[in-house]
């Protein structure tokens, strides 16, 4: 008796009260909910992004390339016998890479922390499968950009990478009908790339948490991103 009142109880209240019987019954998250659910998200990525820095050998993509033409300019270096010294400043930078990340950690979480989801719902109910990303990378990449500058320069110092590129630098810029000569500091070139990395990275892992349930690792994910599913699939209808 007791679950047929039930079964006719439930689609009565859906009746009569609609989206606002739904919150607080806990069915529909709150724009709080939503907020907190996102960031969970991004939280999951920046980890998996931590973690691929930490072991560069286990992940191309984090390893350091040289910027422009990186294949042709590191082909140019290899033939006129300069393969020791390219594989030592490629492993010092992407040394300095990981130190860097390793030692900023606190910023990209702080920066997380801090931000304020405007429009939660808009951004957790969507087609786009990297949207809580976007936000991310659009409101905190200007100023994670200017505090880890600092951090990438004093790395590269620490590692002396600086003193390899200067003279892998001085060969490459001598060689004749150079189009477009190296740089002689990196430290713009390679917070840009970290940072860029670290999106590109939690930008997978939202697609991923988005479309995988058992990928959504806290209840709060699994709330917000459920009913996400959900309503896209109501939209698609």
């Known amino acids: 008796m007791k679950r047929l009142l039930l079964i006719f109880t ?45 072991d560069p050998n286990g992940n ?22 300069f393969d020791k010294t390219i594989n030592q400043v490629t492993g010092k930078f992407t040394k300095a890479m990981s130190s860097a990340v390793t030692v900023a950690k606190p910023l990209f979480i702080d920066a997380l922390k801090n931000m304020s989801i405007k429009d ?11 949207a809580a990303t976007d936000y991310f990378k659009q409101s905190m990449k200007p100023g994670l950009m200017t505090a880890f500058r600092p951090i990438v320069d004093s790395t590269i110092k620490t590692e002396g990478a600086d003193k390899e590129w200067s003279g892998i630098t001085n060969v490459y ?6 189009n477009k000569p190296l740089e002689k500091n990196l430290t713009d070139f390679i917070s840009a790339r970290v940072v ?7 930008a997978n892992e ?20 459920s009913y996400a599913e959900q309503e896209l699939k109501k939209r698609r209808m």
């Open 173 to 178: 810029n001598s060689i004749p009908f150079i």
């Open 206 to 225: 939202e697609e991923q948490i988005r479309s995988k349930y058992e990928l959504r690792k806290t209840d709060m994910m699994k709330k917000v991103f």
């Open 60 to 81: 191309p993509l984090v390893r350091f390339a040289f910027p422009g033409e990186a294949e042709k300019i590191e082909k140019i270096l290899r033939d006129l016998g």
């Open 10 to 54: 439930i689609p009565l209240l859906l009746l009569l009260s609609g989206c606002s019987t739904l919150k607080k019954l806990g069915i529909i998250p709150s724009e709080l909910e939503m907020a907190l659910g996102l960031k969970d998200g991004l939280t999951q990525g920046l980890f998996k992004a931590f973690n691929a820095f930490a």
């Open 120 to 130: 939660a719902a808009k951004i957790l109910v969507t087609d786009n499968p990297y």
């Open 196 to 202: 860029d990395l670290m999106f590109v990275m939690v």
